[in-house]
């Protein structure tokens, strides 16, 4: 018993989102009754059926609820009826921006058991982080029409960098390359040999910060390199910083050599704030309610969430229970494919979790 309570919001969001997040809570009750804390989980309908509904993305205070909460468990967001970025940009990205989740960590580990779609690469070669700017870059949102629908039109998107928003991402990815304590190795994935302004500002900073972390050796490769070697050499790496919008596309090929959008998982973190943890992928509307979408990615999320509340055995122990499940029980990763149900392997994670 260690008396501790943690305040847990909870957006389901859409699709399959629910689903997979009501396993995680199972796991993460399970976790807090045996290592004797407690997590108090409050829901809220923040999805696109509301929006239908209402018109509104995030509703009237909702940001100031939601930032009274330590963490925060996101399902999906994403809905077929409504058009292509409105929930994205009004739900998700709202609350990383205005929340200053300023970290996107996105571990890629590759589980025993797992299929890999890459010859001859098991579980020690697939084993890296990668931590991704969560605020700036081209998401910012910065840019606008010149001549809007004419043959003369002009379209700019502009990435922003601003000095403390890198350096603080690289601190952080300095501090956890030394807390991990694995290869002590922190690459910079970018581009400084054609976004000479913008990456030109991350790798003065990178390199000025590494010299306060005289353990970790400072490494660098283009972003293009990188993607290569994720699938030609993954076990060079062990945690990767970028920028979010390199973040956001070497993650997804991070998630497939690791088994796929079955076990992805981030955090996306203020280390000084609320924090919000969700399964990588999407809300997958058409495996909706069949009890057939793979709740792992969401257990994992509610592992990392743990270890970020400072309950790192009961984070690693669902781990482990997780891990457990994908060696010895589960048949394929892909939703449909599992050899059971997604309530069935929440329970049999949640079930690990008590006695493993
Ligand atoms: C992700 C997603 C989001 C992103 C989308 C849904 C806005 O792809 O979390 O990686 O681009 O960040
Ligand atoms: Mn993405």
């Given at each position: 018993m260690n008396g501790n309570t943690y305040e847990i919001g909870v957006i389901g969001g859409d699709g399959t989102g629910p689903e997979v997040i009501r396993e995680s809570v199972k796991v993460l009750k399970a976790a807090a009754a045996r290592f004797g804390f407690k997590l108090n989980f409050t829901d809220y309908d923040l999805n696109g059926t509301r929006y239908l509904r209402t018109g509104e993305t995030l509703p009237e205070g909702a940001l100031e609820e939601l930032k009274r909460h330590k963490a925060l468990l996101l399902g999906a967001i994403g809905h077929p009826g409504v058009k292509p970025g409105i929930l994205e940009k009004g739900i998700l990205l709202r609350l990383r921006f205005e929340l200053d989740m300023y970290i996107n960590l996105r571990p890629v580990k590759l589980y025993p058991g797992v299929q890999c779609p890459l010859k001859d690469k098991g579980p020690e070669d697939i084993d890296f982080v990668v931590i991704r700017e969560n605020t700036?870059?081209?998401?910012?949102?910065a840019g606008g029409f010149l001549k809007?629908?004419?043959?003369?039109e002009v379209a700019i998107q502009e990435s922003i960098n601003t000095r403390k928003g890198v350096e603080r991402c690289v601190r952080y990815a300095f501090d956890y390359t030394a807390r991990r304590n694995k290869a002590n190795k922190l690459t910079l994935s970018g581009k400084t040999n054609v976004l000479t302004y913008a990456f030109d500002l991350w790798e003065r900073v990178f390199y000025e910060v590494a010299k306060d972390y005289p353990g970790i050796k400072p490494d660098y490769a283009h972003v293009d390199a990188t993607t290569m070697w994720f699938v030609k050499n993954p076990e060079w790496f062990d945690v990767i910083v970028t920028d979010n919008m390199f973040g956001d596309i070497i993650t997804d090929l991070g998630a497939m050599i690791q088994g796929g959008m079955g076990i992805a998982a981030g955090g996306n973190i203020n280390p000084e704030g609320t924090s919000m943890f969700e399964?990588?992928?999407?809300?997958?509307p058409k495996y909706t309610?069949?009890?057939?979408?793979?709740?792992l990615a969401a257990i994992c999320a509610g592992a990392m969430m743990l270890e970020y509340l400072g309950e790192t055995e009961a984070g690693q122990t669902i781990e482990k229970a997780v891990m457990e499940v994908t060696a010895?029980?589960?048949?394929?990763?892909a939703a449909g494919h599992m050899g059971m149900g997604t309530v069935e392997v929440g329970d049999l994670v949640a079930d690990l979790t008590a006695t493993i």
């Open positions: 700036e870059g081209l998401y910012a949102g809007k629908g004419t043959k003369d399964p990588i992928g999407g809300s997958a309610g069949q009890n057939i979408i793979n709740p010895k029980h589960i048949k394929n990763l």
